[in-house]
């Protein structure tokens, strides 16, 4: 397992747009993704990527608005929000997996951050 710490939540308007950090200590092959849980609701798969960075997945509920990205050194993930909605308000969790190749299944996930707050207001 990995340590994972998340950064970048905060309170925006509808409209707008927020990016969130994840940095994972040490070092290994681990794909990463995001997930969020509103108040009363499950945790739900938001986006990953792969160890290598080629390849993402998301959430139709975000497509073509969030994108995730890996920094050269790997170590630090991205999720850049845009076209924010109120629906969109959650705490938002870094998770991680190791894998050389390819993405995990959802339930795989087996290293998680603390969650970073997200509030959209309409």
């Known amino acids: 397992q990995v340590q994972l710490v998340e950064s970048g939540g905060g309170l925006v308007q509808a409209g707008g747009s927020l990016r969130l950090s994840c940095a994972a200590s040490g070092r290994g092959s681990y794909a990463m993704a995001w997930f969020r849980q509103a108040p009363g609701l499950e945790r739900e798969f938001v986006a990953a990527?792969?160890?290598?960075?080629?390849?993402?997945n998301y959430a139709d509920s975000v497509k073509g608005r969030f994108t995730i990205f890996r920094e050269d050194d790997k170590n630090t993930v991205y999720l850049q929000m845009n076209s924010l909605k109120p629906g969109d308000t959650a705490v938002y969790y870094c998770a991680a997996r190791y894998k050389v190749v390819g993405l995990p299944e959802i339930y795989e996930y087996d290293s998680w951050g603390q969650g970073t707050q997200v509030t959209v207001s309409s």
């Open positions: 990527i792969t160890w290598s960075g080629g390849r993402t």
